[in-house]
């Protein structure tokens, strides 16, 4: 069947530019716009332009669809990480049982965070912004500095999660930021409670009771 170009009538009188083809064994029909907002010429002109996709082997109903899918993760990319930050907290906060971590979470970033990250695009969060966002208050403010560090890392995972990002993940401590940001007057110290909130506070799930951390540790 050779492709034709034609002007599709609805049940309702409404008028439609039409190209249709035949692509591994079944027709298919690819609109091109309404008769009254696209005119014969660009029609035509679109016409052309498919018809040199149909000899090149392609199909271009899955073309488009692939396009579509590429604009949709690029716009996915483009989402800022005070962005990707309220969506994290939108889609987990109800299964936060305790209100005061849930109130912490957008405080905290909006202090300590949104001030660096903010703004920058989600994908472009990499290994020289997270250690500068951290600088401010690591050396005297451990407690919230390790808290912080673990909510940027579990909303970079989530934007890898949903295709906002790729690679790996620049607020990843062991292996990572342990080897960037400057160790405390006692390592061996900073080092056990970095381990104790992430593997604990911030990778347990939550309970009514809040996890207290040690008083040894100052905020």
């Given amino acids: 069947m050779a492709a034709v170009f034609n002007l599709q009538v609805g049940a309702g009188g409404a ?26 010429a ?8 498919l018809r040199l996709l149909r000899s090149q082997g392609v199909d271009p109903v899955e073309a488009r669809k692939a396009r579509y899918v590429e604009e949709k993760l690029e716009a996915a990319r483009a989402l800022t990480f005070r962005e990707c930050a309220g969506q994290y907290i939108a889609t987990h906060a109800p299964s936060w049982k305790n209100a005061k971590h849930a109130a912490q979470w957008p405080s905290s970033l909006e202090a300590y965070v949104f001030p660096i990250l903010g703004d920058v695009p989600v994908q472009n969060v990499d290994t020289a912004l997270v250690p500068k966002t951290l600088q401010p208050i690591w050396a005297n403010k451990i407690t919230t500095a390790g808290r912080i560090r673990g909510r940027i890392e579990s909303i970079l995972d989530w934007a890898t999660a949903r295709g906002s ?9 062991r292996g990572h930021l342990q080897n960037l940001l400057p ?7 900073v080092q056990e409670f970095i381990n ?3 593997d604990y506070y911030l990778r ?9 951390v040690p008083s040894k540790y100052p905020n």
């Fill in 15 to 40: 008028k439609s530019w039409i190209f249709r083809y035949m692509s591994r064994g079944r027709v298919r029909d690819m609109g091109l716009g309404r008769f009254r907002d696209v005119t014969l």
């Fill in 42 to 49: 660009e029609a035509r002109k679109k016409v052309t332009e």
């Fill in 165 to 173: 990002r790729k690679g790996e993940n620049p607020a990843r401590w």
């Fill in 183 to 189: 160790l405390h007057s006692n390592p061996t110290e």
């Fill in 196 to 198: 104790l909130i992430t």
């Fill in 204 to 212: 347990s799930p939550l309970t009514d009771k809040e996890y207290r």
